[in-house]
């Protein structure tokens, strides 16, 4: 077998799986929990056809003057709105996480978006471009949709890890849908990272990391279709104790977002002292009267 077919039957096992998630998401509603997540396989599921007909018209030659303009932006186009849904993701994620505490689900989205902002802003403030003015156009998409990708590979990674690290005290379930979305983009992110610093410019895309960048895809579909297939346990009332940490943070989260009522205070006035001077003279006239009596 060579190493082009393998590829397209790879490409073909992709379509199918993320077919067979799409409908396992929807057949179980889990849209309406995940509306970004639904729309995001919506796009895959709609565009991996369209990308395996455009890679067959290339082979056979079929108008390969508009076959690959064609498949150029509309590869770049999905990537793009791609890294959008997956920004939506990571927040939708992240409120089912922390959905039993209202509070620190509040101020952390009004955090997290800071830094998403954060991290687009130092992403694409270091975007360099060639002065061959006949490709900018070119490079101009591909270089501000791979800083975008990357921005949100960051933030899925953090994501991740934070819920690794929190899942005791969330008392989040591994076998949560929430946790499982994390976990699969957070496996796509880490692989791509490390496969970044072995990528060169002219990759082919039967290039022996192709391979494992399409085995990585492939991993963390079949995780989700497992986790979409698996009935999920049911997240019980949260009880924790009154005394416990993260119970206090999220009373001053809560705090803190909530505007409240609000109080006047008025300058204290002479009636203090006034006071304080009748306690002093009846305890004089006290100790007085009590002197005389004793003498």
């Known amino acids: 077998m060579s190493s082009q077919t ?13 077919a067979v998630l799409g409908f396992l998401f929807w057949s179980k509603k889990l849209q309406r929990r ?10 895959r599921v709609a565009s991996a056809p369209m990308f395996l007909f455009l890679i067959y018209g290339q082979s056979q030659r079929w108008h390969n003057d508009l076959c690959f303009p064609i ?5 770049w186009a999905v990537y793009i709105a791609s890294a959008v849904f997956l920004f939506f993701i990571c927040i939708e994620v ?20 800071w830094a998403v902002l954060a991290s687009v802003i130092v992403s694409f403030s270091s975007i360099d471009f060639p002065h061959n003015k006949g490709t ?15 921005s949100v590979s960051v933030v899925e990674l953090c994501l991740l890890g934070f819920l690794c690290l929190s899942m005791n005290a969330l008392r989040l379930s591994a076998r949560d849908m929430a946790f499982g979305i994390a976990l699969g983009f957070g496996v796509m992110s880490a692989s791509d990272f490390i496969l970044a610093s072995f990528w060169t410019r002219n990759t082919s895309l039967t290039a022996p990391l192709q391979f494992v960048s399409e085995l990585v895809i492939l991993l963390a579909l079949g995780m989700w279709v497992t986790y979409s297939a698996l009935p999920e346990p049911v997240r019980k009332p ?14 001053i989260a809560t705090a803190l977002g909530h505007t409240g009522t609000q109080v006047a205070l008025q300058p204290a006035g002479g009636f203090f002292l006034s006071d ?20």
């Open 6 to 18: 393998a590829m397209s039957l790879m490409s073909v096992a992709e379509f199918a799986l993320w």
């Open 34 to 43: 995940f509306p970004a997540m639904g729309g995001y396989l919506a796009l």
């Open 71 to 75: 498949y150029f932006y509309l590869y």
């Open 94 to 113: 992240f409120r089912s996480a922390l959905s039993a505490f209202p509070g620190l689900m509040r101020f952390g989205l009004v955090i997290f978006r």
């Open 136 to 150: 900018l156009l070119v490079d101009f998409i591909s270089n501000s949709a791979f800083r975008l990708m990357h």
């Open 238 to 251: 949260l009880m924790v104790r009154a005394n416990s940490t993260i119970l206090r943070w999220n009373e």
């Open 276 to 295: 304080v001077e009748k306690v002093v003279e009846d305890a004089l006239t006290r100790n007085l009267k009590s002197h005389e009596s004793a003498a």
